[in-house]
């Protein structure tokens, strides 16, 4: 199994995606998770990523496909995955089709969580993450994905395997939801 989460900062996608990866035994993979670990582990990948975590920016597309190319072939080899955060915007969505084509490992459905601004803005300042959970780099946070990621939803509109759920319930309201959803999708079978 295959899914995508998009949603905006603080919507949930990682809660989602680590009860969507127990419940199915997928490997979660969180762009923002490993782009994270680079800059704490100080690697060359991370000292280029940092400025843009920290200013909650975009990382370049090519810093983000080329740290998550061995990671998504392994855990599609092993059984599948949730990718949580990539893709964030129409130019990865269209590069990492092409590529998971060739792989035959294209995604089987796109996950929406879809959430107020309000709330979101009170639940990352009540985590307080690090350096990009301030009230300034979240409200840059929110514009970005405004941005950048609004038109990607616009670009999966319509396809069957994109839907959207109120992420505003509970975590479990939210994952019920997402399950319900998935077993609409003819493909999965479950
Ligand atoms: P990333 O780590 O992906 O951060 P984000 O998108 O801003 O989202 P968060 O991780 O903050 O929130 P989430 O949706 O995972 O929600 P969570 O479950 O944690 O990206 C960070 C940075 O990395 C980016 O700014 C960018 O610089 C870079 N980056 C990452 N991907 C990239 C890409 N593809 N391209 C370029 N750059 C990239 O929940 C948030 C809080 O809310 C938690 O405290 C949680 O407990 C709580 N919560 C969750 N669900 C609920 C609920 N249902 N009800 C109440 N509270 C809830
Ligand atoms: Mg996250």
Redesign the pocket.
Known sequence: MRLLLI???????????KQLAERFGLAHI????L??QHVRDETALGRT?KS??DA??????AV?MNMLRKPVVAATEAGGYVL??????VD?AKASFRTARTLGAEVQAAIH?DVPSAELVR??L??R?GS??TQAVIEH?LQ??LDNTVPLLEYYAGREWMFTVN?????DA?HAEILDRLRKLADFGM
């Open positions: 949603g905006a900062p603080g919507a949930g996608k990682g809660t989602q995606a969180s762009s923002g998770d782009l994270r990523a843009y975590v909650g920016d975009l990382v370049p597309d983000v949580d955060g990539f893709p964030r915007t990865q969580l639940r990352l009540a985590r993450r990009d959970d946070r970005v994905y992420g505003a319930q509970s975590p939210v």
